[in-house]
Every structure is written in structure tokens, then in C-alpha cells.
């Protein structure tokens, strides 16, 4: 359920409504627009409350949200949400772009492809630390010291950094050294982690499970707004279909009807979308062409030898430079900005 009131009453009314809402022990979560405040109401409430808020002074009316996710709604949060991190803006008409390899392998490697990252024009260093694999027997990452290798890798060359974290254990350390915090794909339901990541500030990108419908996606994303964390983006990363020719099925649809559902930002990873170097670049271009706030891209600069075995689908640092110049010349025409020059010399608050 939500309250809905003009943006004319004043915040002393507004904590007085919601102090109302937290007596009957319920959640109350504010969202200021552009030219309404929502006040989205979380847990099980009597009939009669409803009645009683609509004859609260302020209040212009209260509306039941059918839908399971509430805070990820955009009838609670009908503007879009614009997740702000040293300076960079991530959502709204602001094009970010994420890149960097699959894993963390030494520290040599990881601030090269820092330095390549910065100059082409990107704005994340993305890069796995602790890297949850199919088999048993494959690379997991080298761990805490690979945080410490990016962070200061991301430090030196003024690029924010996104790294995964697979354990609610894990979750404390891992915001200590990363500035986003990346649920991957076969997480996307761990409930422990979501609630976990729920309880810090850190910008969590939310990854699609292969198998998980849009609902199921919003209602993870529920856990972490729910835990008190507003800054939460969704990633479209591919889903398993019957198509074997690609590693996943890379679903632009959910560009548009996510963003028609939610107020919160959406990512497209093409990269495991394809699975597939030569199709890594299109899709990247069909994903900005369908309105994707963001994209997180696999960039090594020897895919071919790449400890995870993740090198075929890896851009080279040449080709990763020409795909954000095409970006710049793409992003205006469907309403967004970005300028690679700028990004490049950009220095993080």
C-alpha cells in the first residue's frame, strides 16, 4: 500500500505520517518526485488503516500495490532512481560503462586494463576477486588480495570498481575495498546474501537469474530495499534457453519492460549474454539502442590466455576502445550522454 501526498507538505508532516504508519508495526519508506512524495507501506496492516490515512491532513490518497515487489515498483517510485557514487551517476540519461576481466589474476594485469579502461572512456573496473565457478576444479580467484588489487588499481586510475560477492560473510570485507557490490546470476535468489547487502549503502548491481522471470528478479531486488539499501541496479545478463549456438539468450526485452516496472537502473551484460566475442560488440550497441542505463563488458588484454577460461568472450582493449567510441556517437540519439574524453580525464570526488 502507499500514501500519496504533494510535494507542498512539509517534512515535519510527512515523519508525523510515518510515525502514525510505525505504530501499527509496519515499514514506512519515503520517495520524493518530482511533484509527489509516496509513502510506500511494508507488512501486514488493518483494513481500517487505510481509511484512517486517507483522513490524515497531507495526505491526497492511498492506493494498494498489487504487485509482491512494493520499494521496487514504480508506482511507489514513479521517477527514476539515479544512483550517485563519487561524483558518477549511474541512472537517468547517464550511460555508464563497466569493464575489465573476468578475474583478478596479478597485480600487473589488473592495473593495465585499468589504465586501458580509463583512457578508452569507461567509468567502473569491474573484476572478480572470488569467482563462483560451474566446476569444482576451476580458477576461484585469488580473493582478498585481489581486492586489494583492484581497489588500488581503481584508486590509482580514477575508476569506480564492482566485484562480486558470493557469501553474506564475505560482504563486510568486500564493501570495505569495492565501491559496487555485484550479486551474480546464481545468487540471484540466495536470500541470506540479499538480506546481507540490504544492511549496507554500497550500490549492489543485481544480476538476472538464467532461469528467473522479471517478478522474480523485482522481488529479489525487494530483499535489499527492504533492508533499508535504495541503491540497487538490475542486470540483464542472458537466460538459458533452448538456443545452444551462444552461452545464454541475451533478453533486450527486459530493458524496456523492467524499466516500464521499476524505477531502478538496468545494466546489460553482453558479454555472458553471448558468450561470444564477435557478438559481444552488436549487442552492445542493440543494448544502448534500447534504453539500458549501463553496461558491464568483459575486457582482457590476452583473452586467450585468461585463467578463467572466460577469454572467448572477452574483447580485446582495441576493440573495447572502438565500442565506447561508437557509444558516444549512439547514446544521443536515444537520449543519453556520454563522452569518452570527458570519462577519461574525469577525477572522482
Same mark, same amino acid.
Given at each position: 500500500?502507499?500514501?500519496?501526498?504533494?510535494?507542498?507538505?512539509?517534512?515535519?508532516?510527512?515523519?508525523?505520517?510515518?510515525?502514525?504508519?510505525?505504530?501499527?508495526?509496519?515499514?514506512?519508506?519515503?520517495?520524493?518526485?518530482?511533484?509527489?512524495?509516496?509513502?510506500?507501506?511494508?507488512?501486514?496492516?488493518?483494513?481500517?488503516?487505510?481509511?484512517?490515512?486517507?483522513?490524515?491532513?497531507?495526505?491526497?490518497?492511498?492506493?494498494?500495490?498489487?504487485?509482491?515487489?512494493?520499494?521496487?515498483?514504480?508506482?511507489?517510485?514513479?521517477?527514476?532512481?539515479?544512483?550517485?557514487?563519487?561524483?558518477?551517476?549511474?541512472?537517468?540519461?547517464?550511460?555508464?560503462?563497466?569493464?575489465?576481466?573476468?578475474?583478478?589474476?596479478?597485480?600487473?594485469?589488473?592495473?593495465?586494463?585499468?589504465?586501458?579502461?580509463?583512457?578508452?572512456?569507461?567509468?567502473?573496473?569491474?573484476?572478480?576477486?572470488?569467482? /563462483?565457478?560451474?566446476?569444482?576444479? !576451476?580458477?576461484?580467484?585469488?580473493?582478498? =588480495?585481489?581486492? +586489494?588489487? *583492484?581497489?588500488? #588499481?581503481?584508486?590509482?586510475?580514477?575508476?569506480?570498481?564492482?566485484?562480486?560477492?558470493?557469501?553474506?560473510?564475505?560482504?563486510?570485507?568486500?564493501?570495505?575495498?569495492?565501491?559496487?557490490?555485484?550479486?551474480?546470476?546464481?545468487?540471484?535468489?540466495?536470500?541470506?546474501?540479499?538480506?546481507?547487502?540490504?544492511?549496507?549503502?554500497?550500490?549492489?548491481?543485481?544480476?538476472?537469474?538464467?532461469?528467473?522471470?522479471?517478478?522474480?528478479?523485482?522481488?529479489?531486488?525487494?530483499?535489499?530495499?527492504?533492508?533499508?539499501?535504495?541503491?540497487?541496479?538490475?542486470?540483464?545478463?542472458?537466460?538459458?534457453?533452448?538456443?545452444?549456438?551462444?552461452?545464454?539468450?541475451?533478453?533486450?526485452?527486459?530493458?524496456?519492460?523492467?524499466?516500464?516496472?521499476?524505477?531502478? /537502473?538496468?545494466?546489460?551484460?553482453? !558479454?555472458?549474454?553471448?558468450?561470444?566475442? =564477435?557478438?559481444? +560488440?552488436? *549487442?552492445?550497441? #542493440?543494448?544502448?539502442?534500447?534504453?539500458?542505463?549501463?553496461?558491464?563488458?568483459?575486457?582482457?588484454?590476452?583473452?586467450?590466455?585468461?585463467?578463467?577460461?572466460?577469454?572467448?568472450?572477452?574483447?580485446?582493449?582495441?576493440?573495447?576502445?572502438?565500442?565506447?567510441?561508437?557509444?558516444?556517437?549512439?547514446?544521443?540519439?536515444?537520449?543519453?550522454?556520454?563522452?569518452?574524453?570527458?570519462?577519461?580525464?574525469?577525477?572522482?570526488?
Amino acid at each position: 500500500m502507499i500514501a500519496i501526498t504533494s510535494n507542498n507538505v512539509s517534512e515535519e508532516r510527512i515523519q508525523e505520517i510515518v510515525h502514525h504508519i510505525e505504530q501499527y508495526g509496519l515499514q514506512a519508506h519515503v520517495s520524493r518526485g518530482t511533484d509527489r512524495t509516496v509513502i510506500g507501506i511494508i507488512g501486514q496492516f488493518e483494513p481500517a488503516l487505510a481509511e484512517q490515512l486517507r483522513q490524515m491532513k497531507g495526505i491526497e490518497d492511498v492506493v494498494r500495490i498489487s504487485k509482491s515487489y512494493k520499494l521496487a515498483s514504480r508506482d511507489f517510485h514513479p521517477d527514476d532512481t539515479i544512483i550517485e557514487v563519487k561524483g558518477i551517476k549511474i541512472g537517468g540519461d547517464e550511460l555508464i560503462v563497466m569493464g575489465g576481466p573476468c578475474a583478478v589474476e596479478n597485480k600487473e594485469q589488473i592495473d593495465e586494463i585499468a589504465r586501458l579502461v580509463k583512457a578508452a572512456g569507461g567509468q567502473v573496473l569491474r573484476g572478480g576477486a572470488f569467482k /563462483p565457478r560451474t566446476g569444482p576444479y !576451476s580458477f576461484q580467484g585469488i580473493g582478498v =588480495e585481489g581486492l +586489494e588489487m *583492484m581497489a588500488e #588499481a581503481g584508486r590509482k586510475h580514477g575508476l569506480l570498481t564492482i566485484t562480486e560477492v558470493m557469501t553474506p560473510e564475505y560482504v563486510d570485507i568486500v564493501a570495505e575495498y569495492a565501491d559496487i557490490l555485484q550479486i551474480g546470476t546464481r545468487n540471484m535468489q540466495n536470500f541470506d546474501l540479499l538480506r546481507k547487502v540490504g544492511t549496507t549503502q554500497k550500490p549492489v548491481l543485481l544480476k538476472r537469474g538464467f532461469s528467473a522471470t522479471y517478478d522474480e528478479l523485482l522481488n529479489a531486488a525487494e530483499y535489499i530495499l527492504a533492508g533499508g539499501n535504495p541503491n540497487v541496479m538490475l542486470c540483464e545478463r542472458g537466460i538459458r534457453t533452448f538456443e545452444t549456438y551462444t552461452r545464454n539468450t541475451l533478453d533486450l526485452t527486459a530493458v524496456p519492460v523492467l524499466q516500464q516496472l521499476s524505477h531502478l /537502473p538496468v545494466i546489460v551484460d553482453p !558479454s555472458h549474454g553471448t558468450g561470444r566475442r =564477435e557478438l559481444v +560488440e552488436t *549487442m552492445s550497441k #542493440a543494448s544502448v539502442a534500447a534504453g539500458a542505463h549501463g553496461l558491464i563488458i568483459e575486457m582482457h588484454t590476452d583473452p586467450d590466455n585468461s585463467m578463467t577460461g572466460d577469454g572467448v568472450q572477452s574483447l580485446f582493449p582495441d576493440q573495447f576502445a572502438r565500442l565506447l567510441q561508437d557509444f558516444e556517437k549512439l547514446a544521443p540519439i536515444v537520449g543519453k550522454k556520454f563522452d569518452t574524453k570527458k570519462n577519461a580525464s574525469f577525477v572522482l570526488s
